[in-house]
């Protein structure tokens, strides 16, 4: 993507409003939750997985994890996590729980009295340890690609800066659009240039909607930064006794790998799969790497009733 292309995207950004008559003309579904109105797609008839994506990206993340799951036979469900892609903006603080809430509440609508596998990448790992926490039972395996949430975790000073009050959220809000767009592909280095700047180009389609700054600074200081308490809900998770999986790339810079030592010990019962030479968002940069390691264990839970 040029730079005169990435300056028009923030340009635009935060010039719209995301109205009932705007959700009309978007693409995917849409549905009306307590916590918000999240956008979503599902398709598939075999044994449901629900794909939870991170901190900013919306659920194209989970483009080529989506296709190949369908070619599959699975019934698959990806969605926007509330406060980015085409989810309502809600005035919510946005802690784990409020992004459990959401799972739960998507869930019960669309896959009701039905067990599901469950994938969670970067702070989609967050989301799901803390709604397996707090909802035990509903997911019968969880696989976690890059997740945050370890309690070792070292934000860097934009982190530290970001969550102070004043100067802080002031800076956040003059430079995020621009640096969240810029950087959301970043560590891409398998796939061609005319995917990254695609990938890049639907991040800006989303940004263009007002309050995603807002939603993600809530995100960043109560759900990133509150790793004491979602470390203990990974603990409670593992305490479930549900097959669980962890790939993590020993390149990532968004989510360090040095984590995966806490990881261990928090979480004993997990098979941690180290990609050597990849980054943060290997499900799309190296989505063949990625779903040789998955499938099979899907597979598993299914052949052992997980």
């Not at 860097?156 to 621009?178: C, D, E, Q, R, S």
Request: net charge neutral; glycine share 8%; hydrophobic share 40%.
């Amino acid at each position: 993507m040029t730079k005169e292309e990435l300056n028009r995207y923030v340009k635009q950004a935060a010039t719209k409003d995301l109205t009932d008559a705007e959700r009309a003309s978007l693409p995917g579904s849409f549905i009306d939750l307590p916590c918000g109105n999240t956008h979503y797609e599902m398709k598939g008839a075999g044994t449901p997985v629900v794909l939870v994506p991170g901190y900013a990206t919306p659920y194209y993340i989970y483009n080529k994890v989506f296709d190949a799951l369908l070619a599959e036979g699975y019934r698959v469900l990806r969605y926007d996590l509330l406060g980015r892609g085409l989810s309502e903006r809600s005035d919510a603080v946005y802690s784990p729980s409020l992004f459990a809430r959401q799972l739960k509440e998507l869930t019960d609508a669309l896959l009701p009295d039905t067990p599901f596998l469950l994938i969670g990448t970067s702070m989609g790992g967050a989301v799901t340890a803390t709604f397996c926490a707090e909802y035990p039972g509903r997911a019968k395996a969880v696989v976690w690609l890059a997740p945050a949430g370890m309690d070792t975790f070292r934000p860097p000073f934009y982190m530290k800066l970001a969550n102070t009050p004043g100067i802080g959220t002031a800076v956040f809000h003059a430079i995020a659009n621009k640096t969240l767009l810029s950087k959301c592909a970043s560590e891409m280095t398998h796939v061609p240039q005319s995917e990254i700047d695609d990938f890049m180009r639907a991040f800006g389609d989303c940004i263009v909607y007002r309050g995603f700054v807002r939603c993600t600074l809530s995100s960043l200081r109560n759900t990133i930064l509150g790793t004491k308490e979602v470390t203990k809900s990974y603990a409670k998770v593992a305490a479930q006794g549900i097959p669980l999986l962890c790939v993590w790339g020993e390149e990532d810079k968004t989510m360090p790998f040095y984590q995966h030592e806490r990881f261990r010990e928090v979480v004993p019962n997990a098979a941690l799969v180290p990609f050597s030479g990849s980054g943060h968002v290997f499900l799309f940069d190296e989505i063949a790497r990625t779903m040789e390691v998955v499938l099979p264990f899907l597979k598993e839970c299914e052949e052992t009733g997980a």
